[in-house]
């Protein structure tokens, strides 16, 4: 029988995703003495994260408004019916969505309960452009009954912050074969750079 203890985040665990969320490109070095741990105990924290799922991957934040990217809008989006009221859909939301997906533009795309049954962002470099995704490719596609599109004017927040949420909550399944021994971790890191001690 496959064994799946519960791994629950921790203060350390918090403080090492705080510092990666601002800036993941520091280094063990910089990221240990930010933070008051030694490199080996950061290095082999941040291995279980990434073992356990929690770090998905390492990206970079882009500034669009220098890319001329600039025009965001939020394209609210129904699927038809078979009838009215509470008859089943008629098309399958998931494959509009994966139709939705391919077009130039199309940034972020969520299935949302409510008035409307999918919700897209589009960021594009001109109205224009934005209104040829929204009127000669999104409304054509079969199964999509109505589309509301709202310009997105300021952006105030557009990411969360960590600190925003409780992590003594936040427990997660983690195989025991995915997380990496403590010893061979240590190994690794002294084979990547050097005996720190």
């Keep these: 029988m496959e064994f799946s203890p519960v791994f629950k985040i921790d203060k350390l665990d918090f403080k090492i995703l705080r510092e990666l969320k601002v800036n993941s490109k520091r280094s063990i ?9 030694s490199h ?6 941040i291995i ?19 890319l001329n990217l600039d025009i965001i809008f939020y ?14 859909l008629k098309f399958n ?4 969505c994966q139709e939705i997906m391919q077009l130039k ?16 962002k589009v960021r594009t470099n001109s109205l224009q452009t934005t209104a040829e995704i929204i009127i000669d490719q999104i409304r054509i596609i079969p199964g999509v009954s109505k589309v509301v599109s709202n310009h997105c004017y300021q952006t105030i927040l557009e990411e969360c912050n ?3 949420f409780d992590f003594h909550e936040v427990f997660l399944d983690i195989k025991e074969n ?9 190994a690794k890191f002294a084979e990547l750079f050097g005996d720190m001690h």
Excluded at 29 to 37: H, P
Excluded at 48 to 66: H, N, P, Q
Excluded at 75 to 88: A, C, L, M
């Design 29 to 37: 070095r910089q990221l240990a003495s930010r933070i008051n741990e």
């Design 105 to 120: 533009g199309v940034c972020e795309l969520s299935m949302i309960n409510g008035e409307f049954d999918i919700l897209a």
């Design 162 to 164: 960590i600190d925003k």
């Design 48 to 66: 279980r994260l990434e073992s356990s799922g929690i770090i998905k991957k390492w990206t970079v934040a882009i500034d669009y408004s220098l």
């Design 40 to 45: 080996s105990t950061v290095y082999n924290r």
């Design 93 to 96: 939301c998931f494959n509009i």
């Design 75 to 88: 394209v609210s989006i129904n699927i038809e019916y078979e009838g009215y009221g509470d008859s089943p």
């Design 178 to 186: 995915e997380i990496n021994n403590e010893k061979l971790a240590k």
